[in-house]
């Protein structure tokens, strides 16, 4: 496992048996708030997508990174209550895109991305959806560092990390009424992509402290 520490500028890197590991500068703990119901807004209405969100959505199968991990952010963003999947439902696609040897670990970033199970019934009172409108994807520094400093073998072949901003819109139905809310976010996703094989999913920094 590959352990990235990255405190004032410095990468240290260090080898652990298997796999890819991120562990960020703030460990502050930063998973994504989630409210019982969208508050109204006083923002203009953001430009919502034209078809009702049905079912998950496969994970795009490429081999290039940047639309790899853009698909990513789309699927671990993405949800609606009012459709008849469960919550488990709308992280498989996540977790069917994921490396092997980073399941487990990777399963539970998804969980920090998401509500609760208790939170999902409270929200599907509501007809909460929600949804990612993506801003800028672009590679870290302190990930080119990382890769500058690291021994043959620490990084697996093909590995890439992007870091995504955008804005988090909310949608659903209070008191009858439509309301929008949406907060900006950020976020690293870690990606392999080797030679000739689509790309497999590593692992997801902690909202709101990506790399940079």
Sequence with gaps: MLVA?????VV???FIGFGLYGLLADNTETTQSVD????PSTEPAAVVPAARIEAPRPVL????ADRFARDVARALFTWDTRSSDGLVTWQQPLVDAADHDEAAGLAADIRDYLPSTDMWAQLREYGTRQWLEIDTVTEPAAWR??????????????AAA?????TRHREGIWNTEPQHSSRPVAFTVFVVCPADDPCALLRLSRLDAPLE
């Design 61 to 64: 199968e490429t081999t290039e």
């Design 5 to 9: 520490l990255i405190s004032t500028g």
């Design 36 to 39: 019982t119901a969208v508050t």
């Design 162 to 166: 992007f870091t995504i901003t955008g």
């Design 12 to 14: 240290l890197l260090a």
């Design 145 to 158: 560092t990382a890769v500058a400093q690291a021994a043959t073998g620490q990084i697996p072949r093909g």
